[in-house]
């Protein structure tokens, strides 16, 4: 069965890194877009980025472009979120999802989710 | 505030119907891009419930469906059930933000 396991997350402190990674299994990973979508305690979903099945296309949400880096290794069946200069805003569960079909397509699949904390 | 704007809250009581309304505008879901849903019950990840405007993925029951006019979607949910109380997101594409959407989410009570 698809399965979608992030890791990475922690306590951070503002203007520091960290490198978010999602391990996928049961499916041909290869095969499939990717997304991150985040979480703000107690708040609604919101898009962070996305990348095409072979990584050649990537694609940010406003307000994380130019801080943020998706990429994957299909040879490792991995999905990693590179975040930088972090915020306190940044705090949030991150999810990765599959996308189902077409670029645009539904997020069917969806991890557990890894919670960042921006704190000093 | 969302692009795609929903009502905070819903509610109803076992066995009524109730829907979700998800409005946008004409570079989103007037455009003519696909409107999905999703479900979050409490505590979990978001969960895949309505895909392309009106398509259940296996698995979902068929008291959930939806639907899509102009530029507003909508969710809706018959025979409603205790474990349906959670909360719910539309999302879509909007072409003059280059962006994925989601709604604001609604949080269904169940009464």
């Known amino acids: 069965q698809v399965q979608l396991v992030e890791s990475g997350g922690g306590v951070v402190q503002p203007g520091r890194s960290l490198r978010l990674s999602c391990a996928a299994s049961g499916f041909t990973f290869s095969g499939y877009g990717m997304h991150w979508v985040r979480q703000a305690p107690g708040k609604g979903l919101e898009w962070v980025a996305a990348i095409r099945y072979d990584g050649n296309n990537k694609y940010y949400a406003d307000s994380v472009k130019g801080r943020f880096t998706i990429s994957r290794d299909n040879s490792k069946n991995t999905l990693y979120l590179q975040m930088n200069s972090l915020r306190a805003e940044d705090t949030a569960v991150y999810y990765c999802?599959?996308?189902?079909?077409?670029?645009?397509?539904?997020?069917?699949?969806w991890g557990q989710g890894t919670l960042v904390t921006v704190s000093s | 505030q969302s692009v795609l704007t929903q009502p905070p809250s819903v509610s109803g009581a076992p066995g009524q119907r109730v829907t979700i309304s998800c409005t946008g505008s004409?570079?989103?879901?007037?455009?003519?891009?696909?409107v999905h849903w999703y479900q979050q019950l409490p505590g979990t990840a978001p969960k895949l419930l309505i895909y392309?405007?009106?398509n259940r993925p296996s698995g979902v029951p068929d008291r959930f469906s939806g639907s899509k006019s102009g530029t507003s979607a909508s969710l809706a949910i018959s025979g409603l059930q205790a474990e349906d109380e959670a909360d719910y997101y539309c999302?879509?594409?909007?072409?003059?933000?280059?962006?994925?959407?989601f709604g604001g989410g609604t949080k269904l009570t169940v009464l």
């Open positions: 999802a599959r996308v189902g079909g077409a670029n645009l397509g539904p997020l069917d699949y």
């Open positions: 392309g405007n009106n």
């Open positions: 999302q879509s594409y909007d072409s003059s933000l280059s962006d994925i959407l």
């Open positions: 004409s570079s989103n879901i007037g455009a003519g891009y696909d």
